[in-house]
T-cell receptor, first 114, second 115 residues
């Protein structure tokens, strides 16, 4: 069974631009969560989608948004990029949104803002 | 979600058991204990999770105390490839039942396995 696939793996953008990252969950998984990892703040929760609905959102500005499609694939978008948005962005998928089900992570997208 | 406390770092000799402790004294009845690890710049890898009973899989064992206020992850025969940051996470639902999908990561324990 294929794992969680994130594309692209690496990305370089300029301040002020916008970026879209993609996540394909494990087949059959309906819950997708996004995380940002930086050296200073560690792993922080961005948002979670389940059956195309955002169920939970972390403490990030409105420049960070996401969506989930009917096939459970998810995208996150960051507009008006800032240098501080440089980070590893991770996606995790779960069969459902229950607390007793494991979440599996992709390898992440490394975003560098210059 | 309940807060967890882990030692900042630990060392272990190759071939020996690595026992990683975690305190979660404010855990509530419906919250699970999860363990993940992250090897440098890779995505976190799921290890094991449990609610009340001890759990074992091909990677590790999870021992949860009877009062559920602490747990220990055991890697029975540590290898050099087990060197990673290990995260203990408590995961459950909030009053509205909507925080299931959220994993709250702390700083974790840096486990170094040496020859």
């Amino acid at each position: 069974k294929a794992g969680v696939t994130q594309t692209p793996r690496y990305l370089i953008k300029t301040r002020g631009q916008q970026v879209t990252l993609s996540c394909s969950p494990i087949s059959g998984h309906r819950s997708v969560s996004w995380y940002q990892q930086t050296p200073g703040q560690g792993l922080q929760f961005l948002f979670e989608y389940f059956s195309e609905t955002q169920r939970n959102k972390g403490n990030f500005p409105g420049r960070f948004s996401g969506r989930q499609f009917s096939n459970s694939r998810s995208e996150m978008n960051v507009s008006t990029l800032e240098l501080g948005d440089s980070a590893l962005y991770l996606c995790a998928s779960s069969p459902d949104a229950g607390p007793g089900t494991e979440a599996f992570f992709g390898q992440g997208t490394r975003l560098t803002v210059v | 979600d309940a807060k967890t406390t882990q030692p900042t770092s630990m060392d272990c000799a190759e071939g020996r058991a690595a026992n990683l402790p975690c305190n979660h004294s404010t855990i509530s009845g419906n919250e699970y204990v999860y363990w993940y690890r992250q090897i440098h710049s890779q995505g976190p890898q799921y290890i094991i999770h449990g609610l009340k009973n001890n759990e074992t899989n091909e990677m590790a064992s999870l021992i949860i105390t009877e009062d559920r206020k602490s747990s220990t992850l055991i890697l029975p025969h540590a290898t050099l490839r087990d060197t990673a940051v290990y995260y203990c996470i408590v995961r459950g639902s909030n009053a509205g039942g909507t925080s299931y999908g959220k994993l709250t990561f702390g700083q974790g324990t840096i486990l170094t396995v040496h020859p």
